[in-house]
């Protein structure tokens, strides 16, 4: 499996955009409107890859040290291998080599143990997005041994 950064406008990124509205958005009839590809010109996007993709997520920087998790997606025919806790890890790099600090992610209530098995904590209540059931978790990606 070879994990990596894609951009808009790419073969890549239109299998991104498909996997998303496939396992994101079309279960639970979410528009497809809320895949914006000139917002997402300025996140992060990663993919796994293995021939074609088969998982995906979105970085959104949400301030000087925060980086939010979004749209993490992982082809059915690939879930419980591995995939997305690849995905998780190569996102929390990718937030340490760019200077920030934290990883935040709104977990719908089917993915919350998912995410605390990769070290994210619920922050408050549970709360409703796009009509889901979802929490905050976020996990500090820096800590002191990481500084020299």
């Given at each position: 499996?070879?994990i990596?950064?894609?951009?808009?406008?790419?073969?890549d990124y239109?299998?991104?955009?498909?996997?998303?509205?496939?396992?994101?958005?079309?279960?639970?009839?979410?528009?497809?409107?809320?895949?914006?590809?000139?917002?997402?010109?300025?996140?992060?996007l990663?993919?796994?890859?293995?021939?074609?993709?088969?998982?995906?997520?979105?970085?959104s920087?949400?301030?000087?040290?925060?980086?939010?998790?979004?749209?993490?997606?992982?082809?059915?025919?690939?879930?419980?291998?591995?995939?997305?806790?690849?995905?998780?890890?190569?996102?929390?790099?990718?937030?340490?080599?760019?200077?920030f600090?934290?990883?935040?992610?709104?977990?719908?209530?089917?993915?919350?143990?998912f995410?605390s098995?990769?070290g994210?904590?619920?922050?408050?209540?549970?709360?409703?997005?796009?009509?889901?059931?979802?929490?905050?978790?976020?996990?500090?990606?820096?800590?002191?041994?990481?500084?020299?």
């Amino acid at each position: 499996m070879e994990i990596k950064l894609i951009k808009t406008g790419t073969k890549d990124y239109e299998e991104m955009v498909h996997l998303r509205k496939k396992m994101l958005l079309d279960p639970f009839g979410i528009s497809h409107s809320y895949i914006n590809p000139e917002q997402e010109r300025q996140h992060f996007l990663v993919g796994a890859f293995e021939d074609a993709l088969i998982g995906c997520c979105l970085l959104s920087r949400i301030g000087d040290s925060t980086l939010q998790l979004r749209q993490m997606a992982v082809n059915i025919d690939f879930q419980g291998r591995g995939v997305g806790a690849a995905i998780v890890a190569f996102a929390e790099e990718l937030a340490k080599k760019n200077g920030f600090t934290k990883l935040v992610l709104h977990a719908r209530d089917t993915a919350k143990g998912f995410y605390s098995k990769c070290g994210y904590q619920v922050v408050g209540d549970e709360f409703y997005e796009v009509g889901l059931k979802h929490f905050l978790m976020e996990k500090e990606v820096v800590g002191m041994k990481d500084w020299k």
